[in-house]
């Protein structure tokens, strides 16, 4: 009898043995293709050399300093490096071990800036519906997926949730996609007036929705036009691309695709590529000021923030998508996968939707293709897609949208971004197995 407590208590997960490439073999010797690096953790694939000695080299020289005491030379260097290519002016790291703290970190920091800056009544968050900020209970708070949050209801903090930018069901059929993106923009400015604009404190939005929606980007025009209305008010924009960060996208920051800077951001997953727990904040030097010139001191921490270890790995991740042209490689892998998921499913009566950025790519699965109906709960369909696609060796990451009741069910890709030509065939042929679960829903 195992005494892990396994997260999916009636189905006890399968063991794995080790990673080699885009692949994970368990413990019966089979092989699976990683077509979603876990949750868009594994961007280098498993068992890169150049990671691994780093983690061992920086084990071998200084495993752990408490950062009550001491900064260390890995952390010191993974900050220069985000810097060096954050876009505008964010200018300050702080580091955590995964993304719901990085998070945590953020809406603290925003509260923080505003205590300081003498506006205390600055507290309210607007956040999205079909949203996903991490399973911590703020982070749970913000994000505005409704099955996530059910039972904890009674124990989140309230937060405000206006629609995401979601063109394939929400875009009239009359209106331009520009003019949608602006639109759904209009709502954070309706909510913001409605709760006052001196009492908001922060809007919190992932440039690519991920876990909820399935590598969903807003529209060209919408982040810009949010920017526009936090600098109105004075409301702290966050942005959270823990999935859809570090290179996943085909920039390093999701975000320079849209052409905004938010005040802080947050990081994880591709930062330690799996290889360390490891996720940071990155915040404008305005706002670092602010503390500094004030307290002095930022009232939150963990025993592992700034982990050297985790940040020597931190190092090495991005110094491989840097100096190994990853970036371009993500986008050119994207237009052969996205190619080749359009000839396979884009004629699908099943599949409504294919869509995403760079290696972050998500498909749809609606009953009607015409009016876009999604398929019943009950059906269960990214549940037995997900074990279709296990069982023909392929890991990827469907979930069921519970679309406030209206968004459906959808499959998310995130392969790491040295998969070959040929992996984008084995992903495909394994995808069509997993997809016979449609035809017999
Ligand atoms: N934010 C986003 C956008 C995420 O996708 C996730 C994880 N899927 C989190 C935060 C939480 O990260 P973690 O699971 O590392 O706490």
């Keep these: 009898m195992s005494h892990v407590f396994p997260r999916q208590i009636a189905a006890p997960p399968v063991k794995a043995v080790s990673g080699e490439g885009c692949y994970l073999i368990d413990d019966s010797g089979k092989w699976y293709f990683d077509g979603s690096g876990g949750a868009a953790v594994s961007c280098l694939g498993h068992g890169d050399a150049a990671v691994i000695k780093a983690i061992q080299d920086q084990a071998g020289q200084l495993a752990f300093a408490h950062t009550g005491f001491f900064t260390s030379e890995p ?82 903090i309230d937060v405000s949730h206006i ?28 909510e913001i007036l409605r709760l006052g604009p001196d009492t908001v ?41 823990v999935m859809c960060g570090m290179g996943r996208t085909g920039h390093l920051f999701a975000c320079e695709a849209d052409g905004v800077t938010p005040d802080i951001l947050c990081i994880a997953k591709g930062l330690g590529a799996g290889y360390q727990p490891i996720g940071a904040m990155l915040c404008t030097d305005a706002i670092y000021q602010a503390l500094a010139a004030g307290s002095g001191f930022f009232q939150h921490g963990h025993t592992y923030i700034g982990h050297p270890v985790a940040c020597a790995a931190g190092v090495a991740v991005v110094d491989a998508i840097l100096s190994r042209g990853l970036l371009p490689r993500v986008n ?45 709960p009950g059906l269960n369909i990214a549940g037995r897609f997900k074990a279709a696609a296990f069982e023909a060796g392929l890991i990827c990451y469907p979930m069921r949208g519970t679309r406030d009741g209206q968004y459906g069910d959808h499959v998310l890709l995130a392969p790491p971004f040295i998969m070959s030509d040929d992996q984008v065939g084995e992903i495909v042929d394994k995808l069509k197995r997993a997809a016979i679960v449609l035809d017999t829903a």
């Design 75 to 156: 952390a010191e260097k993974l900050a220069d490096l985000l810097i060096a290519q954050a876009p505008g002016d964010l200018d300050r790291v702080y580091f955590v071990s995964g993304g719901s703290e990085a998070v945590e970190a953020a809406l603290k920091l925003a509260r923080q800036y505003h205590l300081e800056r003498g506006a205390p009544d600055r507290r309210h968050i607007i956040a999205r519906r079909q949203s996903y900020h991490g399973n911590t209970l703020g982070a749970l708070a913000t994000g505005g997926n409704a099955w996530r949050r059910a039972q904890f209801a009674p124990i989140l």
């Design 163 to 190: 629609a995401p930018c979601y063109e394939y069901v929400e875009k009239d059929a009359d209106e331009t996609a520009f003019d949608y993106g602006q639109r759904a923009a209009q709502e954070l400015e309706d």
């Design 201 to 241: 404190m922060a809007f919190v939005a992932e440039p690519v929705v991920g876990a909820t929606m399935g590598a969903v980007p807003a529209v060209e025009g919408y982040f810009k036009r949010i920017r526009e209305i936090c600098d109105t008010y004075g409301v702290l924009l966050i942005l959270d691309e």
């Design 332 to 376: 050119e892998m994207s237009q052969k996968l996205r190619g080749a998921l359009h000839d396979a499913f884009g004629q699908h009566p099943n599949i409504g939707d294919i869509r995403g950025r760079g290696l972050f790519l998500g498909m749809e699965f609606v009953a009607d293709r015409a009016d876009k109906t999604p398929f019943a």
